[in-house]
């Protein structure tokens, strides 16, 4: 499988694309101006409900952990592995994003519980 390459005006709505799905599990999320987002790959700047806050860098491989601030890409390529959605690495370095995830879930279940309830009656 070739790695996928998208042109530079792609990659940024591609990234805006997956913050919107995951900006109501994180305090914050934005696509980082300081580091060169490139046709291959941009950063995310991301604040979890922890507090805790991360460089994300996007590919064609994934998402991984990059640093461990805004706009720091220090933390090694080898030790931080690559996961295919937002969802997976959110899900590995916040417990918070479990829990709101799941939380929103169960409200959506339950939503669909209640209206089925409706219909049948």
């Keep these: 499988m070739s790695e ?3 042109d ?5 709505m591609e990234a805006q694309a ?6 109501e599990h994180v305090k914050a999320a934005t696509i980082s101006s300081a580091l060169k987002n490139t046709n291959q790959r941009i950063f995310i700047n991301m604040t979890t409900l922890e507090d805790l806050n991360y460089c994300i860098e996007m ?9 461990r601030m805004y706009d720091d890409t220090s933390l ?7 996961y295919e959605t937002p969802y997976a690495l959110l899900n590995s370095i916040s417990q918070k ?4 995830f799941g ?9 669909l ?5 409706k219909t049948e009656g």
């Design 113 to 117: 519980a209640k209206k089925e309830g």
């Design 8 to 12: 530079e005006e792609t990659w940024p």
């Design 76 to 82: 090694s390529t080898i030790e931080n592995m690559n």
């Design 103 to 111: 939380g929103e879930l169960m409200n959506k279940l339950l939503d």
């Design 59 to 67: 590919s064609s491989a994934g998402f991984r952990v990059v640093g």
């Design 4 to 6: 996928q390459v998208l």
């Design 97 to 100: 994003y479990r829990e709101s």
């Design 18 to 23: 997956a913050i919107n799905d995951i900006k």
